[in-house]
């Protein structure tokens, strides 16, 4: 009989590739830094949260309400919706998470596309399903070929919409043809964290089709115009059988008394929303119009971010102008994990950041 010398992890854990965020610092002896590497919003949090989060840490010693019941309130006030539909979460990281411990089993298989975002793979397989990658076109999901690698063990589709890090959209005409062909004892997952960025006629976050179908959910985020990536919030919109099912697999504490209070006051400041979006709107065209100027591809965006491709050969790779940038202060995201060896991640900053990244860029193609 052979001892066990340790506890091991059930089988499949030590498959699981961890995540690995986006840098956040400089080499030694850079002077100011400009984190463009985690999509976040340059104007910070607003004032209101701000303060909402002094006021909370005035009764730390309290349990939060487990029902996050003023935050849901507040979000179900903006967007119009039945409160009794949403349900909060430390972050939709936790939301993805918690559908596919929810909705998988060993051997069941959940979908999501090449380029698509990487915790989609490691809640899949951490809660024993089957990872199923399907080929994208042109850096956007692909209907038909989801579609064509549904089978009978399929119970989860995860559609980042718009994607990270591409920054490509399905149009919801798409989106409702995917789900017209998906079986009705599948969940279509469309994680829509980026959608307050989106100005384009033919998209929609999801709302309207969950509102409609049994198997649609919607995953926000307020790390992004909200900019709260620091407390952790996110919230699920989904059919009441779903939000039922869920509430009973999360911890009765997910989401902690400042994020409650926080996610309330900023889901209400329209004004800070409305300054984010026409900064974004404003130098997403700017970048994307100077880098291809420059010489470099990039990939069209809707989010609060850019694809920037660097050439496949002559002296100057992604690998290297990360590393030229990051030693001006410039901290863009390495993207190989995604598909993409050869291209950076930037996201949209403040002026000075913009222009002075469209410049260190210039310089480094010249050397």
Known sequence: MNEVLRPEPRQGVMDIAAYVPGKSAAPAGVAKVHKLSSNENPFGAPAAAIEAVREA??????????????????????????????????????????????????????????????????????????PV??????????????????????????????????????????VRRLHAGLPRGVILVLDAAYAEYVR???????IELVSSSPNVVMTRTFSKIFGLAGIRIGWIYAPSPIIDALNRVRGPFNVNSAAIEAGA?????????????????????????????????????????????????????????????????????????YGFPNALRLTIGAEDANRGVVAALTEFLKS
Not at 83 to 98: K, R, Y
Not at 293 to 321: D, K, W, Y
């Open 200 to 206: 384009r006629n033919d998209y929609e976050s999801g």
């Open 265 to 337: 006051a900023a889901v209400r400041d329209r004004a800070h929303v409305e300054r984010s979006i026409a900064h974004n709107e404003q130098w997403l065209g700017w970048l994307t119009q100077e880098l291809t100027q420059i010489g470099l591809r990039v990939t069209p965006s809707v989010g609060n971010f850019v694809l920037v491709h660097f050439p496949q050969n002559g002296g100057h790779s992604a690998e290297m102008a990360d590393a030229y940038l990051s030693a001006r202060g410039y901290i863009l995201r390495r993207v190989a994990a």
């Open 57 to 130: 840490a005035g009764h730390l010693e309290y349990y939060p309400d487990g029902s996050a019941t003023k935050l849901r309130e507040a979000i179900a006030e903006v967007h119009g919706l039945n409160p009794a539909n949403i349900l909060c979460s430390n972050g939709s990281d936790e939301l993805l998470g918690l559908i596919a411990q929810t909705y998988l089993s060993p051997g069941d298989e959940g979908i999501f596309t090449e380029h698509g975002f990487l915790v989609y793979k490691i809640q899949i397989l951490a809660a024993g399903g089957t």
């Open 133 to 174: 990658v399907v080929k994208e076109m042109d850096e956007r999901a692909d209907v038909d070929a989801i579609l064509a690698a549904v089978t009978k063990r399929t119970k989860l589709v995860f559609i980042a919409n718009p994607n990270n890090p591409t920054g490509t959209y399905l149009p919801f005409e798409e």
